[in-house]
């Protein structure tokens, strides 16, 4: 954890550069600092994932209508500052990359950020964490 994930219309692809959008919202998290200047998600547990959704309806259907939403889960722990800030610089990513397409047609952009606060089970087996904690 953290996971950003993405669901978005089909559509979005033709116009929207989608990996690169993941790419540019993992970096903008791994760049994430919280009061004490320490990185906010960890580098190995970092991950933007991006789904067309099979089947949409949207609006009236009357028109050439889109959307994206992004979901990011994170564990409890953090000020509601480092939410505020981690929010107001994925929502400008999404913006930067996506602005052109809603200047064109009608797109609904969501982010929403939960904190998992009622886990009841959380398990990780990784080979990838100990590569990024070598040299804490």
Not at 27 to 50: H, Y
Not at 73 to 86: E, F, L, P
Not at 119 to 130: F, G, I, M, N, R
């Amino acid at each position: 954890m953290p996971h950003l994930v993405l669901l978005y219309s089909p559509d979005i692809e033709a116009d929207a550069d989608m990996p690169g959008l993941c790419r540019a919202l993992a970096d903008c998290m791994l760049e994430q600092r919280d009061d004490n200047a320490r990185q906010v998600f960890p580098t190995g547990g970092t991950r933007v994932l991006a789904y067309p959704a099979a089947h949409a309806a949207i609006a009236d259907g009357q028109g050439s209508y889109g959307f994206v939403y992004a979901n990011l889960r994170m564990g409890s722990g953090r000020s509601a500052t480092v939410h505020q800030q981690v929010g107001d610089n994925l929502l400008a990513v999404l913006r930067r990359h996506l602005d052109p397409l809603l200047a064109q047609r009608p797109v609904g952009v969501t982010l929403q950020i939960d904190e998992s606060q009622a886990q009841v089970y959380d398990a990780k087996h990784s080979s990838l964490h100990p590569l990024f904690n070598r040299n804490s």
